[in-house]
């Protein structure tokens, strides 16, 4: 299965995983977020869904895996974050700092 095998690689080789579609304004938000944390280029994972010929399967296959369909779907160090009111809570709360180990 080549959607869980391409989801599952960007998962574990990104401190931040981020699936997004490139028209979809909720992912650019959270795309602006994550960019502002100083983070490197190869610490933070992004495929745009509906680039990729897989992009339905990976799709599919997040929501067997999280129960969330829509996008952004973001993960933190292996762990499902949620979308992008998930990420600015997490950013408010100081939850996300902590998730990413900074505190």
Do not use: W
Not at 21 to 42: D, T
Not at 57 to 84: E, M, S, W
């Amino acid at each position: 299965m080549a959607a869980k095998q391409i989801a599952e690689k960007l998962i574990s080789e990104h401190i931040v995983a981020v699936f997004s579609k490139s028209y979809c304004p909720y992912c650019q938000r959270a795309k602006q977020v994550i960019s502002g944390l100083n983070l490197s280029p190869s610490q933070v994972g992004t495929v745009e869904l509906d680039e990729m010929s897989e992009g339905a399967d990976i799709q599919a296959y997040l929501q067997q895996k999280t129960g969330q369909r829509t996008v952004p779907n973001i993960f933190v160090h292996g762990q499902h974050l949620g979308g992008c009111d998930d990420l600015l809570r997490a950013q408010q709360s100081g939850e996300l700092e902590k998730l990413l180990g900074k505190l």
